[in-house]
């Protein structure tokens, strides 16, 4: 019986919800639109100098600059992150659920592990994406109730853990790959730009007066797009450390509340 449940359970907890893709694809577009509005707030109010250098507005393709792209990443970026921090947070409300009894005396038997076992079932099903602690606590109780043994459940607990940790790092691949380019785009710009004045220079005329000062302006205008290349990614980086954090302490949080809840009060039969 144990066995049947456990196959009907895995397609349940790996099914994603509609309304969290729906949910997931509005939020990275407002993260475009919000940096979209950040580029026009820089064009309109900003001194013409720093929107030469975040923007790059004296180029005849603008808007369409190297700049602009990176910040079209960024907002990218900031929309997946905060989409982690969002399922971080439903993670933690997990833990107000009571799913699990919490006082210090109630020892778990068989009928309260089917009513445990029951909630964390409805839980997943009526959610729109599949939460840590309930998905903890269905695995630790079929593991149980299959063998009866405590140290089992432990050990099915422990490797749930460092399953649902990988799957974190697994998260945050697309917001590191969009860190990595906005660099890259910046080193891009600066080699484009040095391409640029050297093919300048070999057509312009070397007893121009001119010319050092429009070399320098086009290596100027070139390595701007990898200052504000790095200067978006360190923003970026700082926040993905601190968002992963967030969201790995919350599924710390899920395991210590099964342990203390959970496993400490069943009993080997």
Known sequence: MATVQREQMLPLEERPGETRAFAHAVINIAGIALSVVMMWAIDVFA????????????????????????????GFCVGELAMRV?????????????LLPEDETTVIQAPELRRIYASARAGLRTSSRPHYLPRLIQRVVLQFQANHSVSEATAILTASLELFQHEIDLRYSMIRYTIWVLPTLGFLGTVLGISQALRYAGAANPRDPTLLHELTQILAVKFDTTLVALSLAAVLVLAQHLIQRYEEAALNRAGQYCIDNLLNRLLNE
């Not at 969002?86 to 009571?98: C, E, I, N, V």
């Open 47 to 74: 001194p013409e100098w720093v929107a030469v250098i975040l923007l790059d507005i004296h180029r005849s393709t603008y808007p369409f600059t190297i700049q602009t792209f990176e910040w079209l990443a960024f």
């Open 86 to 98: 969002l399922d971080a947070r439903s993670d933690r409300a997990q833990l107000r659920l009571k």
